[in-house]
């Protein structure tokens, strides 16, 4: 079993929806969580982490962390054609390495 | 401008032949990082540097080899690909304490026929 599961999508919406992406995971160790976005052929970049269990807002983004449910979402209001791309979640215990989901690919229609 | 660059972006080779991946970065930062991605799946850590003359293994076993001679440049070594190790490579760097911040280069698409 994978240590972090989080749907391939791919996930498809109109321009200006309410989308929401998540992970699960099963290492109770985990502290810190990021949500990475990856645009076609270009690295991943860090869109917002969270310690610990609770809500962070950036704009449009809002995460948010449930470690009793060992569960973390990324909301994204108003949903713009250029947040199309893969979506991963990842997750630091401990020993500082980091733990990455599979990505969920994301496709704003406008 | 602070950034992280990898070449080639590319790269098709036949099997046998020596690579070297090459990774720089101009934001002084500590750790550096080599990830695996295949498409569809997630970042698989394949070796990491803590500083100058510090390199670990990552949790995917690979048969590359990695050197940490200046603090900006960390490539990746393969003595012989093989078909196998068709995948992208992922290059990225962090601070020493702030290691869920990771910057990451565009990437290297290596094919092995």
């Known amino acids: 079993q994978k240590e972090v599961e989080q749907d391939p999508g791919p996930l498809s919406v109109p321009e200006g929806a309410i989308v929401s992406l998540n992970c699960t995971y099963s290492n109770s160790a985990f502290q810190y969580f990021m949500w990475y976005r990856q645009y076609s052929r270009k690295g991943p970049e860090l869109l917002m982490y969270?310690?610990?269990?609770g809500n962070k807002e950036d704009g449009r983004f809002t995460a948010q962390v449930d470690k009793s449910s060992k569960y973390i979402s990324l909301f994204i209001r108003d949903s713009q054609p250029s947040d199309s791309a893969t979506y991963l979640c990842a997750m630091r215990n401990a020993g500082n390495m980091l733990t990455f989901g599979g990505g969920t690919r994301l496709m704003v229609k406008p | 401008e602070a950034d992280i660059y990898q070449t080639p972006r590319y790269l098709v080779i036949g099997t046998g032949k020596k690579i070297t991946l090459e990774c720089s970065q101009t934001?002084?930062?500590?750790?550096m990082y080599w990830y695996q991605q295949d498409p569809g799946m997630e970042l698989h850590l394949i070796h990491y540097s803590y500083g100058v003359n510090s390199t670990e293994k990552g949790d995917l076993s690979s048969e590359s080899t990695v050197s940490r001679i200046r603090t900006e440049h960390f490539p990746l070594t393969l003595e012989s690909a093989r078909p196998s190790h068709t995948s992208q490579y992922l290059c990225?760097?962090?601070?020493?304490?702030?290691?869920?911040?990771?910057?990451f280069g565009p990437g290297t698409r290596l094919t092995v026929t």
């Open positions: 969270t310690y610990s269990s």
């Open positions: 934001m002084g930062h500590d750790k």
């Open positions: 990225a760097s962090s601070r020493r304490e702030h290691n869920y911040e990771q910057y």
